[in-house]
């Protein structure tokens, strides 16, 4: 149950209100960033609220029950704010979205309508907008593990114990022309074909420091190596930059066996049966004495 404090309850009860709406962001890593659709900057419960973004919300609904609430929201780019390029990096994916009731004219009257995350985002340059999800998405979200041929863990966690630290399955090397989705690299060209292919690449210097990107394939031309990206950069690195690159699994037991020598921590079931033996049925050719299917 929603508890309005009495300031601000009164205040909605007159007839002429100065109410405003103000959106506190909490990234991943910590940061917050505080945005109003006021007119004017705002300070309240230890954040401050900054009116030079633009900021606009869609219509916002909330229920009774466990549906799903979203709304969306849309503001300009700033470099003090939120940029693109923080946001092609992943930076506010999952980010907390605390909603506010505000009367900007005495600000410490205030109350907290909802709690979301952001969802999915899009931008063109000069603006993004951001779908906002209410905290029941996470019930939607799958729980526990799945039946399934292919290893559900990830490579080089607690259940999968590869050390990615290992130099046969991380390389160091430098920039030498890049587009946003493909990059010409130097040192790696010890390391076969398709070796880091679905691993990640991240860049340790230049613009792009601490940026994570999925490698989709990496091929060598002489001594330079070819990698492309799963998804673009939202700025091509500069020649020099440096990264490292960790090897990628397709999760199959026989690239963990062959690849990693891991067998033993797979974590899929490489022998489950398929729909063939399922639709099976018995018949005069076929041996039914309790043998194993795998040897």
């Given at each position: 149950?929603?508890?309005i404090?009495?300031?601000?309850?009164?205040?909605?009860?007159g007839?002429?209100?100065t109410?405003?709406?103000?959106?506190?962001?909490?990234?991943?890593?910590?940061?917050?960033?505080?945005f109003?659709?006021?007119?004017?900057?705002?300070?309240?419960?230890?954040?401050?609220?900054?009116a030079?973004?633009?900021?606009?919300?869609s219509?916002?609904?909330s229920?009774?029950?466990?549906?799903?609430?979203?709304?969306?929201v849309?503001?300009a780019?700033?470099?003090?704010?939120i940029?693109?390029?923080?946001l092609?990096?992943?930076?506010f994916?999952?980010?907390?979205?605390?909603?506010?009731l505000?009367n900007?004219?005495?600000?410490?009257?205030?109350?907290?309508l909802?709690?979301?995350?952001?969802?999915?985002?899009?931008?063109?340059?000069?603006?993004f907008n951001a779908?906002?999800?209410?905290?029941?998405?996470?019930?939607e979200?799958?729980?526990?593990?799945?039946?399934?041929?292919?290893?559900?863990?990830?490579l080089?966690?607690?259940?999968?114990?590869?050390?990615?630290?290992d130099?046969?399955?991380r390389?160091?090397?430098?920039?030498?022309?890049s587009?946003?989705?493909?990059?010409r690299?130097?040192?790696?060209?010890?390391?076969?074909?398709?070796?880091?292919?679905?691993?990640?690449?991240?860049?340790?210097?230049?613009a792009?420091a601490?940026?994570s990107?999925?490698?989709?394939?990496?091929?060598?031309?002489?001594?330079?190596?070819?990698?492309?990206?799963?998804?673009?950069?939202?700025a091509?690195?500069?020649?020099?930059?440096a990264?490292?690159?960790?090897a990628?699994?397709?999760?199959?037991?026989?690239?963990?066996?062959?690849?990693?020598a891991?067998?033993?921590?797979?974590?899929?079931?490489?022998?489950l049966?398929?729909?063939d033996?399922?639709y099976?049925?018995?018949?005069?050719?076929?041996?039914?004495?309790?043998?194993p299917?795998?040897?």
């Amino acid at each position: 149950m929603r508890t309005i404090p009495d300031a601000l309850a009164a205040h909605l009860d007159g007839q002429a209100t100065t109410t405003c709406h103000a959106w506190r962001v909490t990234r991943r890593d910590g940061v917050v960033f505080g945005f109003t659709d006021h007119d004017g900057d705002l300070t309240f419960a230890g954040t401050t609220f900054r009116a030079a973004t633009g900021y606009e919300a869609s219509e916002a609904e909330s229920e009774l029950g466990l549906a799903v609430a979203t709304s969306d929201v849309a503001g300009a780019f700033s470099d003090a704010a939120i940029t693109e390029a923080d946001l092609r990096a992943g930076r506010f994916d999952g980010a907390e979205v605390a909603v506010f009731l505000v009367n900007w004219a005495a600000p410490e009257s205030h109350m907290l309508l909802r709690t979301q995350e952001i969802g999915e985002v899009s931008g063109d340059g000069h603006a993004f907008n951001a779908e906002l999800r209410g905290l029941a998405n996470r019930l939607e979200q799958v729980q526990g593990r799945v039946y399934a041929r292919r290893c559900d863990a990830e490579l080089g966690d607690a259940r999968c114990r590869v050390n990615l630290d290992d130099p046969a399955f991380r390389g160091n090397g430098t920039v030498s022309t890049s587009g946003v989705d493909t990059c010409r690299v130097t040192g790696l060209n010890a390391f076969a074909d398709r070796w880091f292919r679905g691993g990640r690449l991240v860049f340790t210097d230049g613009a792009n420091a601490g940026l994570s990107v999925a490698i989709e394939d990496q091929v060598g031309d002489g001594e330079e190596t070819i990698l492309s990206f799963w998804t673009p950069l939202s700025a091509p690195p500069d020649a020099g930059d440096a990264f490292t690159v960790t090897a990628g699994c397709d999760k199959t037991f026989t690239t963990c066996g062959a690849k990693f020598a891991n067998r033993l921590n797979f974590c899929g079931f490489p022998h489950l049966p398929g729909s063939d033996f399922a639709y099976g049925y018995a018949d005069a050719h076929t041996v039914h004495d309790g043998r194993p299917l795998v040897g």
